[in-house]
């Protein structure tokens, strides 16, 4: 179910020798929806070590916006 309601991809793009390698088909290939699951997972775990809800979402909120304005997400 996690990996219909959450949405991670990563749109950067390597360039080897002139040869462009999508880092998000790469991790497709060996499992597919692995970021996802990562994420929720890790979730999980800051929350039963006691991080609190609302610090995770203002986290993600922080590493999205200066990942969108850095170019990496």
Same mark, same amino acid.
Request: hydrophobic share 60%; with cysteine; glycine share 8%.
């Given at each position: 179910?996690?990996?219909?309601? +959450? %949405? ?7 360039? $080897?020798?002139? =040869?462009? !390698? +999508?880092?998000? %088909? ?11 699951? !990562?994420? =929720?997972?890790?979730?999980? &775990?800051? $929350?039963? &070590? *006691?991080? &609190?809800?609302? +610090? /995770?979402? !203002?986290?993600?909120?922080?590493? *999205?916006? $200066?990942? &969108? /304005?850095?170019?990496?997400?």
């Amino acid at each position: 179910m996690c990996c219909t309601m +959450v %949405s991670f991809q990563i749109p950067a793009v390597i360039n $080897i020798q002139g =040869t462009e !390698l +999508v880092i998000q %088909s790469v991790v497709d290939q060996i499992f597919p929806n692995l970021l996802p699951i !990562l994420l =929720t997972f890790g979730c999980f &775990k800051a $929350i039963n &070590k *006691g991080a &609190k809800p609302i +610090v /995770i979402m !203002l986290l993600f909120m922080v590493v *999205g916006v $200066i990942g &969108k /304005i850095a170019g990496i997400f």
